[in-house]
């Protein structure tokens, strides 16, 4: 990693924001096609959530002390992409921004950043850019049940990304409850780690998957993945439950234990299918992925509802928004796993380096794949419709607030709050720390009504903040 980079203003040809996948990729792409490239990560080093490092790693993977990658998939990919990256680096054709994130993003392009950790000392800098390329990533959605707001309960990347960072288990004992593939992966390094995984509630069934074989065909190495996961459980001896859910956490001052229960297709809860896990340390949940928005809707690219019912920006061939010279990548033009980021990321990266050309970046058939097979794993694991009748009317919903399910229903019942800033307004839902990112999702849906899910107007109000990341007043006061 280089050193903070001290200057207050850098004026490149191509910015990217994120490093992770998406954001590696795009990178590389620009400066080997010749543009002059800033990259601003709130992290430590390139890598994003996917291929996230060791706390205490701070220098480049070097070919005597190369980590094997354990715990990773597509280490391969991450080692030529940052090898790539710090050539690129040291040939002075990349400026690499660490330790910060954007709070601000105006067109034209000009960056405002601050430090990601407020005491780490890294210089904040303003970057401007003829072209951006937002590669932010996404983060854990989350569906409220009665509980969840005891400590001991996780997003299930959060657990991830704690045994990645610290090399060790924030419990002993832990049930792992939503949908999707992510799931496995979450279990498997608890299993590897040490910790016992007392089960895996899957709330969809492997029969979802009939519809969509030949999308998930054309991707085979998923299949293997699932196959080395199988053999994984039966070796930790992991029971992994389908159409089941935890209907509420339990626990006095931290989690204890769970309640579960079958559900339908629908995720209705089947009677008498209940039952209890005790001695619980942890709860992680794990609902898809809901994409970063901020940035994007801040600078008014056009949007839509994708299948697994997230906001997601829209791109052409060569993944530029409809703002000229913006171009997205990654988990914000739909949430499709790391292989898909990088081939968005490399596409994006070329394109935003040779904004004069008339021939498009030819979208690889292997994107083509992978985006099929993204839309049919969110057809076969979505969020159950049902799931508001899991609520009581005094379950948290947002945690900052301290919102209940039943103050979010007579706002919308009886003060007509049916979008997520409404419900803001009459609730204070999504106005805490986290800005509406843990609950944002949920609040929506409860406001838009039974059976009914929010439009892109209600999740785009919900992304849309003057400030993306916390910033010091000083800052805000140094401004021009």
Not at 246 to 258: D, F, I, M, Y
């Amino acid at each position: 990693m280089s050193d903070a980079v001290s200057s207050s203003t850098i004026s490149v040809d191509v910015a990217v924001v994120g490093a992770g996948p998406a954001g590696l990729a795009a990178a590389v792409a620009a400066a080997e096609a010749g543009a002059r490239v800033a990259v601003v990560d709130a992290g430590a080093q390139p890598g994003g959530q996917f291929w996230r490092h060791a706390r205490e790693t701070v220098q480049p993977e070097a070919a005597d002390d190369q980590p094997d990658g354990h715990g990773h998939h597509g280490w391969s990919t991450y080692l030529d992409l940052r090898a790539r990256f710090d050539a690129a680096q040291r040939a002075g054709r990349i400026t690499y921004l660490p330790g910060l994130q954007v709070w601000m993003a105006e067109p034209g392009f000009t960056l405002h950043t601050t430090p990601a950790v407020a005491s780490s000392g890294t210089v904040p800098a303003t970057v401007t850019a003829s072209r951006l390329v937002l590669c932010p990533g996404g983060y854990d959605r989350q569906l409220p049940v009665p509980g969840w707001e005891l400590p001991g309960v996780m997003a299930a990347g959060g657990i991830q990304a704690f045994i990645k960072a610290n090399g060790v288990l924030p419990g002993k004992r832990f049930v792992i409850a939503g949908t999707g593939p992510f799931l496995l992966p979450v279990a498997a390094g608890i299993a590897e780690a040490g910790g016992k995984v007392l089960a895996v509630l899957e709330s969809s069934a492997p029969s979802a998957w009939l519809p969509h074989l030949a999308a998930a065909s054309g991707v085979p190495g998923k299949a293997l993945e699932g196959a080395e996961y199988a053999a994984l459980f039966a070796r930790h001896r992991i029971p992994y439950r389908t159409r089941s859910i935890v209907t509420e956490v339990l626990g006095s001052g931290r989690a204890e234990g769970v309640r579960t229960a079958k559900v339908d297709a629908e995720g209705r809860v089947r009677p008498g299918t209940g039952r209890a896990y005790t001695d619980v340390d942890v709860v992680g949940f794990g609902w898809g992925f809901t994409p970063q928005m901020e940035l994007p809707v801040s600078l008014g690219v056009d949007t839509r509802i994708d299948a697994d019912g997230s906001l997601v920006g829209v791109v052409d061939e060569r993944q530029q928004s409809s703002v000229p010279g913006l171009f997205l990548a990654g988990e914000v033009t739909g949430v499709g796993g790391a292989t898909l980021a990088v081939l968005e990321g490399l596409a994006a990266g070329a394109a935003a380096a040779r904004p004069d050309s008339t021939t498009p970046v030819k979208q690889p058939a292997a994107i083509t794949r992978h985006r099929r097979f993204a839309q049919a794993m969110h057809q076969a694991h979505p969020v159950p419709a049902a799931w508001p009748d899991w609520l009581t009317p005094d379950t948290t919903v947002c945690r900052c607030e301290e919102v209940t399910a039943g103050e979010i229903t007579e706002a919308r019942d009886n003060l007509g709050a049916r979008d997520a800033r409404s419900l803001k307004s009459f609730t204070r839902a999504g106005m805490g720390w986290c800005q509406g990112r843990v609950c944002g999702f949920a609040a929506a849906c409860l406001g838009a009504g039974p059976g009914e899910a929010p439009d892109a107007g209600s999740l785009a109000g919900s992304a849309k903040r003057p400030l993306a990341a916390p910033v010091a007043i000083g800052e805000l006061a140094a401004l021009d």
